[in-house]
């Protein structure tokens, strides 16, 4: 099991009981049993150890596909009494280290590998991706991984892109601003109105040039928002050709 073992997430203290092949199902299924073998486990709430075991149960957690497998964990977990009279928690569970977080039922790497494939191709696509990848997840999982991805601080662009986007096409609208020079969206904003775009230029002064389209709303804004920046509208096509 060394070799298995390396390929594993880290779990602190645990011994592989055996593994389970499965070929009949719609994809083949490599099941590993895994016992904690630690003696005494602190209480996550108030940090005292216990050795007193209340009871045992079973978790299973998904992880990433080996050799064409879908890969479940089938973890024995116990539950402990708290030993501190003062803990509010008289029974808890141990914990199984930072990658397999609480209640959760896939591990961490698992849930990044998912959230970067639907990142970059969408909800729907991603869970037909990750089908053939030996990864079982639905569309609507991946789009709560999707929302659950923190965003990146963003400094004040130098030239910023604005353009309108469909929260749903013909029905709701919003705004998009982009930064330009490093190519990457950095706010969305929930409507295409003059007021919005502007609180949100006067709350980050420095934009030298702003390229918009030809929205009167956003001429508007830019003009009361950032007086100082250079606008470039969109070019507008006709019949006649471009001007």
Known sequence: MN???SLLPKVPAIQFEKFTIDTEGKY???AIDILRTATTVACPHCGKNSHYIHS??????QDLSICNFHLKLNLGVRKYYCQNPACRFKIFCERLGPEIQVYQRKTNRVKLEMQAIALKIGANPASQ????LFLNVSSSTLLRLMHS???QKFS?????GVDDWAFRKGDNYGTILVDLEKN????????RTSETLKNWLEAHPGIEIISRDRSGAYAEAAKQGAPDALQVADRRVSQ???Y
């Open 3 to 5: 070799l298995l073992e």
């Open 28 to 30: 083949p299924v490599l």
């Open 56 to 61: 045992y149960y079973c978790r299973t957690v």
């Open 129 to 132: 991706l990750c089908q053939k």
């Open 149 to 151: 991805k923190k965003l």
């Open 156 to 160: 004040t662009p130098r030239v910023l």
């Open 184 to 191: 990457k969206p950095i706010d969305l904003l929930p409507d």
């Open 240 to 242: 006649t050709g471009i």
